[in-house]
Each structure stands twice: as C-alpha cells, then as structure tokens.
C-alpha cells in the first residue's frame, strides 16, 4: 500500500517502512491529486481535514 507522507517528514516515512508500506513523500496540497491519479492509495488525517479537503471523494472503502 502506498500511503502519504509530509515532504520531508523522514521519521514518519521510517515508522511507514517498517509497518512494512510503502511511504510517498508529498506535499498535502498534492495528495487529492496522489489519490485521482494513483500515486498514493490512502492517506492518514483527521475527518474535518478529509472534509475539507474533499479527499472522500476520490476514496474507496472494502468491507470483508
């Protein structure tokens, strides 16, 4: 899985690594884009910065 990072936020990139993903460093002013397109698969915020930022809805849920 390929999850956003901040640029630049080498600690947070490591502690992703380990988990055993795939961190993609970018700027969250990038990341509505890294979801249309691809590049990124999910990402970590909080509801009211999702909201806003209107990431729900390029989004997809699975249900098992």
């Known amino acids: 899985m ?3 990072v901040s640029a630049g936020d080498n600690d947070q ?3 992703i690594k380990a988990a055993g993903y795939n ?3 970018l700027e969250w002013s990038d990341a509505l884009t890294g979801l249309q397109t691809g ?3 999910t ?3 909080v509801p009211l ?3 806003t930022s209107q990431f729900f809805t390029v989004t ?4 098992k």
């Open 39 to 41: 590049m990124v698969d």
């Open 23 to 25: 961190p993609v460093l």
């Open 43 to 45: 990402l970590a915020t």
């Open 49 to 51: 910065h999702a909201l």
């Open 60 to 63: 997809h849920t699975c249900s």
């Open 2 to 4: 390929k999850i956003v």
């Open 13 to 15: 990139s490591e502690v």
